[in-house]
């Protein structure tokens, strides 16, 4: 658990590059011992955290940026839209996400890298579009 955070990492309550402390599910999760193996990465300023690629070899690479209790909110509304989309292959997933960096003006959209809730409200309107 010595691990520090490669570059920093960004801190959606913070709104800058923290140095996040590797944690695991036992702080983040109390209530849950199925979480207790599972890595998180934690900025002790604003208490917020992220989980990691657990399901792969590099098991403490984040998911993306720490978000808010909000931004997670918006994060999960987005999904909710955004994966029936390509789940039942109106259009492939490569694509729809190609679509929406490029209405966004960015060259790679990830829903884990949304910074602001201004930015969730900007895409949850493209994909609510898209899906329509
Ligand atoms: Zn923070």
Known sequence: MTRPSPTGLYCCGCQKDVPARLTDGREVYPHRPDLFGLTFWKCDTCGNYVGCHHKTKDRTRPLG???????????????????????????????????????????????????????ARKVYAIVKRLAA
């Open 65 to 119: 940026n720490i978000p808010t209790k909000e931004l997670k909110n918006a994060r999960q509304h987005i999904h909710r839209i955004l994966d029936p989309i390509w789940q039942k292959g109106k259009v492939p997933r490569g694509k729809l996400y190609a679509k929406i960096a490029e209405e966004l003006g960015i060259a790679e959209y990830h829903t884990a890298e949304i910074k602001t809730v201004e930015d």
